[in-house]
Every structure is written in C-alpha cells, then in structure tokens.
C-alpha cells in the first residue's frame, strides 16, 4: 500500500486563493483517480472533488482538482476563499484491494 | 433523495463484538448502479476505510483489520450491516455509511450523519 500525505493546516484570508496538496509515496499518482473530500466541524465528510477534476454538482466552481505527474501529488484549489471554506479536507485514493486516505489538512480561513 | 442512516449501541466492552446498521431510504440497496461503504473516524482524527459491499453481496475489506470486519446486506429491510469482533478502545470513533457510485471511480455521493461507538469497560 502506499501512504497519501498532506499538510496538517493551511490558513489563508477571505477572497484568496489557497492549494491543498496530497502526494503519493509509492506509484503513478495517474495510476488510480484521487477524491477529495470536505468536512466541517460536527458534520459528515462530503466529496467536493472525484475522479481528480470532477466536480460533483452543487459543488461551487470555485473548488477545482488536478494532479501532478512531476510531484506524483494532487492538488485541491479553492479560489475566492469564504469563511464556509474552513474544514478539514480529505483526499482518497485506492490501489487494488484498499481504500487508501490522506490524513487531512485544516483549512483555516482568517 | 437517499439517505443512510448508521445505528447501534454507543457503548461496546472491550474483546466484545460491534454491530452497526446502515438504514437506506429513497432508493433500494439491490440498485446496481450503487454499492455501500464503512468509513470510520476516531474522535479528533482522519477517515478510515473499513470495508465496501456490492448489491450482489460481494464484499471487500480493510487488510488491517486483520478478518475482524464483516458486512452484510438485508435487502427485505434496505439494510447492510457491519459486525467488528475482539474490539479495543483503538476501534472507538463515529462510523460512516457512505454510497458510491458504479459510473464512476469511488465517487461517494450520500453520507450518513454518523454514529458514534465507544469501545469502554
């Protein structure tokens, strides 16, 4: 299995535009789609990012993913931040057999 | 609109055996463009993958678990299940039922709210 990291916190002001990151340990981050997942405080994870670009509907523009071959990560941009913005989040991928998640970044937005 | 709704008992002894259900309204769990997933989160922590079931049965679970986890489908109620053997106090945090899509690659478009388990003697 391989280990998906992020940064534990990133904290940006209102209206700026913040890029959370997730790379991969082991193999192509192109070998197997990367979701990204929301969650606020209190509440359930919801998936903002699927399929590493696609945004599920409902979702605002303002969230869009990519992935990076170079630095075998993927990445979650958040332009126009609001203050509904800070959450933790989430990215997840899989290799064969398991459900592999990152460990989360706290976004905080101040 | 499906929602899931995760129950059971809050309080579980430690060596006991968990058991959770995942209540699906507003769609039927034998829908074969779904399958439903366990994800879990110890208190003030990340999401952990437990496990996944088809609507043909088949199942598929964390490695590291280590054959404690099962999961289950009761299609007569619209309900899966999730049974965890020999807990400890490390299997203590709020459980997630989660539906995902077949058109896509681990697309998860319904949560549950949750239920939380705490493993104490």
């Known amino acids: 299995n391989f280990v998906l990291t992020q940064p534990q916190s990133v904290s940006e002001s209102p209206g700026k535009t913040v890029t959370l990151s997730c790379t991969r340990s082991s193999g192509s981050i192109a070998y197997n789609y990367v979701q990204w997942f929301q969650q606020r405080p209190g509440s359930s994870p919801t998936t903002v990012i699927y399929?590493?670009?696609?945004?599920p509907s409902g979702v605002p523009d303002r969230f869009s993913g990519s992935i990076d071959r170079s630095s075998n990560s993927a990445s979650l941009t958040i332009s126009g931040l609001q203050t509904e913005d800070e959450a933790d989040y989430y990215c997840?991928?899989?290799?064969?057999?398991?459900?592999?998640f990152g460990g989360g970044t706290k976004l905080t937005v101040l | 609109q499906v929602q899931l709704l995760e129950s059971g008992p809050g309080l579980v002894k430690p060596s006991q055996t968990l058991s959770l259900t995942c209540t699906v309204s507003?769609?039927?769990?034998?829908?074969?463009?779904?399958?439903l997933t366990w994800i879990r989160q110890p208190a003030g922590k990340g999401l952990e993958w437990i496990g996944r079931?088809?609507?043909?049965?088949?199942?598929n679970y964390n490695s590291s678990l280590k054959g404690r986890v099962t999961l289950a489908q009761d299609t007569s109620n619209n309900q899966i299940s999730l049974r965890l053997t020999s807990v400890t106090a490390a299997d203590t945090g709020v459980y997630y039922c989660a539906r995902v899509s077949l058109d896509y690659n681990y697309y998860m478009d319904v949560w549950g709210k949750g239920t939380t388990v705490t493993v104490s003697s």
């Open positions: 507003g769609g039927a769990i034998s829908n074969s463009y779904y399958y």
């Open positions: 079931i088809y609507p043909s049965g088949n199942t």
């Open positions: 399929e590493d670009d696609q945004r």
């Open positions: 997840q991928s899989y290799d064969t057999d398991n459900v592999i």
